[in-house]
């Protein structure tokens, strides 16, 4: 019998706990591969993990973290590089979309915090460990809500106009810049970084506050197009792995297709300016590696 494909290589996942990120885990354990979950809550943490040895994967090992805090997604960083391990694969995955707008106790509105700068932190400081592995792939987990994102630099925080999406797809366009100015930058490494839309899922995403009643009723509407939690990874795990992707970085990849972002997400000196932006938000710093 042939060694599972992934044997020897560590995955990190963050909110590996629901949905995508679950379904990626499990996708990743069952192929070999050693998973570092990175997660809010231990209980499920230990729920999860159990299922990834449950598929035969290595022993996973557990972060726990609350992403909507720099100070805390920077922690986690230093913990995953105090474990020594190369990082062979980062699935920068866990999100969030709320109803009503939520300061952090650092200042940032949750979802901008949780989506997009506690991946650009994270990643910021595992290259070092992404560069010890052989042809290291970053996938940031986008949406294709991106297209409908407003960007507006004066007003991060969302303090002047707060709707469900606003700072949701402002979030993704960002994990697109982040992907694209990253690609840029780590040109002539092995470390490849692409963006994913994993398409519509039926997850937990947007239901967290609602009353059973409403999930219900949601999960029933969302059953009607969404596809199942199961199928989850499909897009996730292909840019992570398919062997067509070898050397591809910088590109948005929907449905497992590498596709051209609209015009919007390929302002590339809006990028570099949210890149700037971002390094003294997070206080984390490009470093060449
Ligand atoms: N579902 C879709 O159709 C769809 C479409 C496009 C893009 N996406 C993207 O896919 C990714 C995963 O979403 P999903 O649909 O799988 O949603 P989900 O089922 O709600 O899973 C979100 C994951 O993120 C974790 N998370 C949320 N806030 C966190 C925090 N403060 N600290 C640490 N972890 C946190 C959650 O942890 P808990 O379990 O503790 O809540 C959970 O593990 C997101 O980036 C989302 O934007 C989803």
């Known amino acids: 019998m042939s060694p599972p494909k992934l044997a020897g290589k560590n995955a990190v996942v963050t909110g590996p706990t629901s949905g995508i990120g679950r379904a990626t885990a499990l996708a990743l354990a069952g192929a070999g591969a050693r998973v570092i979950l990175v997660a809010r809550s231990s209980e499920k943490c230990a729920t999860v993990a159990q299922r990834l040895r449950d598929v035969g994967g290595p022993e996973p090992i557990t972060i726990i973290a609350d992403l ?14 105090a474990i020594d391990l190369p990082i062979d694969v980062l ?18 509105e949750q979802t901008m915090a949780v989506n997009y700068f506690a991946p650009f932190a994270m990643t910021l400081k595992l290259l070092p460990a992404l560069r010890r592995a052989e042809r290291a792939r970053i996938v940031n ?3 294709n809500s991106y297209a ?34 990253l690609a840029r930058r780590l040109e002539g ?34 059953g009607l197009f969404a596809k199942d939690e199961s199928e989850g990874h499909t897009c ?31 302002r590339d ?21």
């Open 68 to 81: 909507s805090l720099l100070s805390e997604a920077k922690r986690a960083a230093d913990e995953i590089l």
């Open 91 to 108: 699935i920068n995955n866990a999100g969030v979309v709320n109803r009503h707008r939520i300061l952090t106790s650092e200042g940032l």
């Open 141 to 143: 987990v986008t949406s």
């Open 148 to 181: 409908i994102a407003r960007l507006d630099f004066d007003d991060l925080t969302f303090e002047r106009r707060y709707w469900m999406l606003g700072p949701y797809s402002a979030s993704k366009l960002g994990n697109i810049y982040f992907t694209r100015e």
């Open 189 to 222: 490494t092995d470390i490849t970084v692409n963006a994913t839309h994993p398409g519509l899922i039926f997850t937990n995403l947007g239901l967290g506050n609602n009353s059973h009643f409403a999930k219900k009723l949601i999960g029933a509407i969302w």
């Open 236 to 266: 996730v795990f292909w840019a992570a792995t398919s062997p067509e992707l070898e050397g591809v970085s910088g590109k948005y990849i929907a449905d497992s297709k590498v596709t051209a972002p609209k015009p919007i997400a390929r």
């Open 269 to 289: 000196e809006i990028a570099r300016r949210l890149w700037e932006v971002s390094e003294s938000t997070t206080g984390v710093r490009w470093e060449a590696v």
